[in-house]
């Protein structure tokens, strides 16, 4: 099926979850990521049973502090 990580089209097994296509796209620092399917952010504990659909949006976000 066909999804889109991070503004490119990708390939993927059916029925995918978050923490799959974690492990697959390589992310750094997995443990710091958010996620988000279709500007909606997926809770941490559901990422190994959310799976993905056809045509979905996924993007890995990193919140970083920062200043004095």
Same mark, same amino acid.
């Given at each position: 099926?066909?999804?889109?990580?991070?503004?490119?089209?990708?390939?993927?097994?059916?029925?995918?979850?978050?923490?799959?296509?974690?492990?697959?796209?390589?992310?750094?620092?997995?443990?710091?990521?958010?996620?988000?399917?279709?500007?909606?952010?997926?809770?941490?504990?559901?990422?190994?049973?959310?799976?993905?659909?056809?045509?979905?949006?996924?993007?890995?976000?990193?919140?970083? &502090?920062? &200043?004095?």
């Amino acid at each position: 099926m066909k999804i889109t990580v991070a503004g490119e089209s990708k390939e993927v097994k059916d029925g995918i979850t978050i923490q799959e296509l974690i492990e697959q796209e390589n992310v750094e620092t997995p443990q710091y990521v958010t996620v988000s399917v279709n500007d909606a952010f997926v809770q941490r504990d559901t990422f190994g049973t959310a799976a993905l659909k056809e045509g979905d949006v996924v993007e890995f976000l990193y919140f970083m &502090g920062g &200043g004095r």
